[in-house]
């Protein structure tokens, strides 16, 4: 090998190295920055992060909740379980005599794994009416009977079998337009199968979220480098992208059929309208249910409707995913169909959804990006709103 061809090869390996050297160096000052600015790249919820799921279920648990599995992580947040398996604190069935009780029925709005239980909105709101002594010389006591999943049918069936035996004062039936109406058309479909999925943990995993995930847990070589989790997270998304949109399209189009416009027929839904319409009547009837069940033992009773974001801030993907739903939907009809239900059959109510989005447009961030539960300042707003309601419907009592 000629003097020249060496002296070459020398030069590129010196580059070569060179190179290496400065990208490394960059790299590794990157990470330095990163840390110390204590900068959160975006991840994915695992299934090593869902491995506490099992015990956070169940009763005198406890466990580091994350978020719904494959999900883009926008929290980590320790939650204990009191002897009912509920984000709460422990309450007794025998209600002293110097006590109002109030129960809260709903989904994961009320079970509030999102925030610490200091922060949730019932024990907020526990704290406010005590301080302004809404009910007199009582002690006020909110216990919140929230489970993920569920709507109006399943909360009557708890209100029935356990929440009444607590003997309430009032009972605040929480309502979600974006899933209560599903959720009761599949509980509906439990109960005539007589199955039993209350064991959250025995999920059957999604075989595409499972693979993805194994994905990018290859690809974090570095748990703990910032730079590596930013990475994986980009490539995965990269990868994934086409089936992922497939996947989120679906969900749309099965999920937004109960919001179709009045006088808009949407193709899909010739086969499936009646499902939605049956869907409202069910969550109709599971509020009426709860209802009766409170007047019956002389309590009071109101649904709260928690806000509807798609009103003011509609998922980024919705229309670009789903062009044909685009000037096709109208987010507020099943709520206003509801409301006339309930205003024939004398339910109080109320719609947080105003209050929430007077603040959003004041750029007040009250949910999570990815999750869309409250965030702390969510929950503190629905404790404050819920207080003036109570205020001006309960308070001469």
Not at 75 to 91: C, K
Not at 160 to 182: R, S, W
Request: net charge neutral; with cysteine; charged share 25%.
């Amino acid at each position: 090998m000629s003097k020249r061809i060496l002296h070459r090869l020398r030069h590129l390996i010196l580059n070569t190295a060179l190179s290496l050297g400065v990208v490394v160096l960059f790299l590794v000052l990157a990470e330095g920055a990163l840390q110390a600015a204590h900068w959160n790249p975006p991840r994915f919820v695992t299934l090593a992060d869902y491995r506490e799921m099992k015990l956070i279920y169940r009763p005198d648990s406890k466990g580091l909740w994350c978020g719904q599995l494959g999900h883009v992580m926008d929290f980590q947040n320790v939650v204990e379980t009191n002897s009912l398996g509920l984000h709460d604190t422990e309450h007794t069935p025998d209600k002293p005599a110097d006590v109002y009780r109030i129960v809260c029925m709903g989904d994961s709005f009320v079970e509030a794994f999102q925030v610490s239980l200091e922060d949730t909105f019932f024990k907020k709101l526990e704290h406010t009416l005590n301080e302004k002594k809404l009910f007199g010389s009582k002690r006020v006591e909110v216990i919140a009977f929230g489970r993920s999943g569920r709507g109006g049918i399943e909360e009557a069936v708890e209100l029935q079998t356990l929440g009444m035996q607590y003997h309430p004062d009032l009972v605040l039936a929480f309502l979600v337009a974006m899933n209560d109406f599903k959720d009761d058309i599949y509980a509906l479909k439990r109960m005539s199968a007589r199955s039993d999925d209350s064991d959250k943990a025995n999920y059957q995993f999604e075989p595409g979220l499972v693979n993805r995930l194994a994905w990018y847990n290859r690809l974090v070589i570095f748990k703990k480098s910032k730079l590596n989790l930013w990475a994986a997270f980009k490539i995965v998304r990269f990868m994934e992208k086409g089936k992922m949109d497939r996947m989120t399209r679906t969900t749309y189009l099965e999920d937004f059929g109960v919001f179709e416009k009045e006088g808009v027929e949407l193709p899909f839904l010739d086969t499936a309208r009646g499902i939605w319409q049956n869907s409202l009547k069910l969550t109709a009837s599971g509020h009426l249910r709860m209802k009766g069940l409170a007047e019956s033992q002389g309590a009071d009773f109101a649904t709260i409707f928690v806000d509807n974001q798609y009103l003011y801030n509609p998922p980024e993907n919705l229309y670009r995913l789903v062009p044909e739903l685009r000037d096709r939907l109208d987010f507020n009809r099943p709520i206003a169909q509801l409301k006339m239900v309930f205003g024939a059959a004398g339910v109080s109510y109320f719609d947080l959804t105003p209050a929430f989005e007077s603040e959003f447009k004041k750029g007040v961030r009250l949910h999570f990006p990815h999750d869309r539960h409250w965030t702390a300042k969510g929950h503190a707003l629905a404790a404050q709103e819920i207080e003036t309601f109570l205020t001006d419907r309960f308070g001469s009592k």
